[in-house]
C-alpha cells in the first residue's frame, strides 16, 4: 500500500511522544526518526517505554500527545491505515493458539491481499525459521521461542515498509537469532526502516546501525549502535540505565 511521505522524508517519524496510563508517563517527550533502510534498536530495562513506543507506531495503543508518523500515515489519527503499511511482532501474544504456522500465513495473506507468490516466500521463511517440521501443528503447544520466531516471521512476511520487532530475541535458540537477524538484513535492503526493542545489547549492535537508550520513557543517549559494543560499550550503557 502507498501512502505519502513522512514530514521528515522518513518511513518512521516521532515528535514528542506521550503514552499515559492513569497518572504515570510511560513514554515521556520522545522523538525518534528510522530512516528508509535504517535499523534503530531501542534498549532499555523493563518498563523503560520500549514496548508502549511500538505499540503506538503499530496503531495498537494511542498517543495521548505527539507526532506520530509512519510512511507518511498519521498514526493516532488513522491506527487502521497505519497497520497496514507495518509488519509488527509484538512482545507477548499475537497468535492464535488453536491455529498452525501455515493457517497463520493463509490468514494474513488473505487479508493482506497478497498475490498467489505468497506460498513461495511463506515456505522460505517457514524453511529459514526452522518451522517447517511444524507448519501443520497448532500454536498452542510451542515453545516460547518457537512463538518468537513465529511472530517475527509474520511480521516480516508482507514485506513492510516498516518492520517492528518487539523483544525478537526473547528466548530464542542461535538458528532462530540468525534467521531474525537474516530478515533484518533482508528488510533494509529493499529500503525498510527497521525498529527493534530488545533488552540483549549485543543482540540490538548487530542488528541495528544506531540504539535509542530509554529510561522512565525518557531517550537517555542515542548513538551509533557500535559505541554500545564490548566491554566498553556494555559498561557505558549500565551506566546509562542508573
Given at each position: 500500500m502507498s501512502a505519502s511521505p513522512s514530514p521528515s522524508g522518513t518511513p518512521v517519524d516521532v515528535r514528542g511522544l506521550v503514552v499515559t496510563f492513569g497518572q504515570v508517563r510511560a513514554v515521556d517527550d520522545l522523538t525518534l526518526r528510522v530512516p528508509a533502510g535504517g535499523a534503530v534498536a531501542l534498549v532499555g530495562r523493563n518498563g523503560a517505554g520500549k514496548s508502549t513506543t511500538l505499540r503506538v507506531l503499530a496503531g495498537v495503543l494511542p498517543p495521548a500527545q505527539g507526532d506520530?508518523?509512519?510512511?507518511g500515515i498519521d498514526a493516532a489519527r488513522?491506527?487502521?491505515?497505519?497497520?497496514?503499511?507495518?509488519?509488527?511482532?509484538?512482545?507477548?501474544?499475537?497468535?492464535?493458539p488453536r491455529a498452525t504456522p501455515w493457517e497463520h500465513l493463509q490468514l494474513a495473506a488473505r487479508l493482506r491481499g497478497l498475490p498467489s507468490s505468497w506460498e513461495e516466500r511463506a515456505t522460505d521463511l517457514l524453511d529459514r525459521f526452522d518451522l517447517a517440521g511444524a507448519a501443520d501443528r497448532v500454536t498452542s503447544g510451542f515453545s516460547h521461542g518457537m512463538g518468537r520466531r513465529l511472530s517475527v516471521l509474520l511480521a516480516a512476511f508482507h514485506e513492510p515498509a516498516v518492520l517492528l520487532l518487539d523483544e525478537p530475541f526473547d528466548g530464542v535458540d542461535p538458528l532462530g537469532v540468525e534467521a531474525t537477524l537474516e530478515e533484518v538484513r533482508r528488510a533494509r535492503m529493499r529500503g525498510?526502516?527497521?525498529?527493534?526493542?530488545?533488552?540483549?545489547?549485543?543482540?540490538?549492535?548487530?542488528?541495528?546501525?544506531?540504539?535509542?537508550?530509554?529510561?522512565?520513557?525518557r531517550v537517555v543517549a542515542a548513538s551509533p549502535a557500535g559505541e554500545l559494543a564490548g566491554e566498553a560499550g556494555a559498561a557505558r550503557y549500565r551506566e546509562l540505565l542508573t
Open positions: 506520530v508518523h509512519v510512511v488513522e491506527p487502521r491505515r497505519a497497520r497496514e503499511v507495518v509488519g509488527y511482532c509484538p512482545d507477548v501474544g499475537g497468535l492464535i525498510a526502516a527497521v525498529l527493534v526493542s530488545t533488552h540483549l545489547l549485543e543482540l540490538a549492535v548487530q542488528a541495528c546501525d544506531e540504539a535509542v537508550v530509554l529510561r522512565a520513557g
